[in-house]
């Protein structure tokens, strides 16, 4: 079974401060995204990689980075977090079926 | 602009009775379909595709079906059971080499709730 693992389930941070999300997936996969889940909009693409060390912007990617070192290990950063980045954060991993991917149990981020 | 719609938030249904998940898309370069599921403190987990050279895919209970000139999905549940309360997102994408390749457009998802 595809592992896809976060680093925390619930996380709360100030205004301003620079917020770490973590990813792991087990099954060598070359693509993983980072997604935000909000009411009424579904999941939204931020980031997206291909390959180490490679990342594509998706449809909201202001105010995130990410960085991608390993190719288990998908980071999303916010810089400085605000208050209407409180949101559920997805990180998904796939393989050669790119379209099939594999979401972590998300982080409930909320910021103050 | 949402490219891929959900319009009914909730859906209730007995159990044994068909479930009919609807999702409407705008964007005709939408080659692949999908449905996902996810429970409450879970992620999405992946249930059914289909390609848009088929109008029908079928997996067991879960029957998706595919109407391009409409531009128009379905996700048909049949028997329903209570294990199939969750929301559901239907998602689309546009192919690899196409705008919007390796993205997943996720609609707003369907809470279904099969009451025993």
């Known amino acids: 079974d595809v592992k896809v693992t976060q680093s925390s389930r619930y996380l709360v941070k100030r205004t301003g401060e620079k917020v770490f999300l973590e990813c792991v997936q087990d099954?060598?996969?070359?693509?993983m995204f980072w997604y935000r889940q909000d009411p009424g909009l579904g999941l939204r693409l931020i980031y997206f990689s291909y390959d180490v060390k490679m990342k594509e912007k998706g449809d909201i990617p202001e105010g995130y980075s990410v960085s991608r070192e390993k190719k288990e290990r998908f980071s999303l950063i916010l810089e400085s977090a605000s208050t209407n980045q409180t949101s559920m954060y997805l990180c998904?991993?796939?393989?050669?079926?790119?379209?099939?991917?594999?979401f972590g149990p998300g982080t409930r981020l909320t910021v103050t | 602009d949402q490219q891929v719609k959900q319009n009914s938030p909730s859906l209730s249904v007995q159990e044994g009775r068909i479930s009919i998940l609807n999702c409407d898309y705008t964007?005709?370069?939408?080659?692949?379909f999908l449905w996902y599921k996810k429970y409450p403190a879970e992620g999405p987990t992946f249930l059914i595709s289909?390609?848009?050279?088929?109008d029908k895919n079928e997996d067991g209970r879960f029957t998706v079906f595919l109407n391009k000139s409409a531009k128009h999905l379905s996700l048909h549940i049949v028997p329903s059971q209570p294990g199939d309360s969750a929301v559901y997102f239907c998602a689309a994408s546009g192919g690899i080499g196409q705008t919007g390749a390796n993205n997943l457009f996720f609609g707003t998802g369907t809470r279904l709730t099969v009451i025993p």
């Open positions: 998904a991993s796939s393989g050669g079926r790119v379209y099939e991917q594999y």
């Open positions: 099954m060598d996969h070359e693509n």
């Open positions: 964007n005709s370069m939408f080659d692949y």
């Open positions: 289909i390609s848009s050279i088929k």
